[in-house]
């Protein structure tokens, strides 16, 4: 199961493997006293991407589009948490006020569709076609 979760949120126990997906570290939050199992800045959208969205709603299909081509160019990245979430509950954390429409629910959208794709004994796909 993967959830999405503002990372200023009380800590649940049925969080699972909690992972910071964003780039920049969150405001207001010291090091030692946010409960995170792992900060992965590489499944962050890159920073070009990151300035040009904004967070602005008329730009986030966009912005979705982008950021799921980034993703697919980088299996790398994303491939380990393919099996946290097969195993139990992976927590993607994010510090955007916008709880809806920001890169945590893309990558969590981008995720789900992966887990959907593979089949048991499946090797990773080849993203080289679909990242422009």
Known sequence: MIQCK????????????RV??????????????LHLDAWLRELAPSAALRKAFCHEAERFEEFRLHYRNELAAHPEHW?????????????LLF???????????????FLEDELDRQ???????????EAH
């Open 95 to 109: 510090a955007a006020r916008e709880e809806q429409l920001n890169n945590a629910t893309v990558l969590a959208e």
């Open 79 to 91: 491939w380990p948490l393919l099996d946290k979430a097969r195993s139990g509950t992976l927590t």
């Open 20 to 33: 910071l997906v964003d780039r920049l570290w969150p405001r207001g939050c010291k090091k030692d006293s």
């Open 119 to 129: 089949q048991p004994g499946s090797s990773p796909v080849c993203y080289a076609d």
């Open 6 to 17: 503002r990372v200023y949120a009380a800590v649940a126990a049925g969080d699972g493997y």
